[in-house]
Nanobody, 129 residues
Framework: QVQLVESGGGSVQAGDSLGVSCAAS????????MGWFRQAPGKEREFVVS????????YYADSVKGRFTISRDNSKNTVYLQMNSLKPEDTAVYYC??????????????????????WGQGTQVTVSP
């Protein structure tokens, strides 16, 4: 089992920056991908960004490319999501997720929620106009 605990988030104005982090504990040696998803009220959960733990390769949703940056600290089993130039449409609950190799095709960038085995509790990000 892997436990994920998110921190950060909050309320900002459009154009501001905000960071969220996700600390993993438990059987973290099996981590293959970690990712961030978000869910706005009344909408489906959508992919934001993923990072392949072994290589650091990243893949971003078009909606956040150039504005959001994912990074990791292997020693702390933590991933960070730095969000710049925030827009009101970025308002959502942001979820951290992790998965092992059994759940992800070797050619996948792990952009689909069903590819993730473990989920955090979510953290609210609100961007005001």
């Amino acid at each position: 089992q892997v436990q994920l605990v998110e921190s950060g988030g909050g309320s900002v104005q459009a154009g501001d920056s905000l960071g969220v982090s996700c600390a993993a504990s438990g059987r973290t040696f099996s981590t293959y991908f970690m990712g961030w998803f978000r869910q706005a009220p009344g909408k489906e959960r959508e992919f934001v960004v993923s990072i392949k733990w072994s290589t650091g390769s990243t893949y971003y949703a078009d909606s956040v490319k150039g504005r959001f940056t994912i990074s990791r600290d292997n020693s702390k089993n933590t991933v960070y999501l730095q969000m710049n130039s925030l827009k009101p449409e970025d308002t959502a609950v942001y979820y951290c997720a992790a998965t092992g190799p059994l759940y992800v095709d070797s050619r996948s960038y792990a952009t689909r929620s069903f590819e993730y085995r473990y989920w955090g509790q979510g953290t609210q990000v609100t961007v005001s106009p």
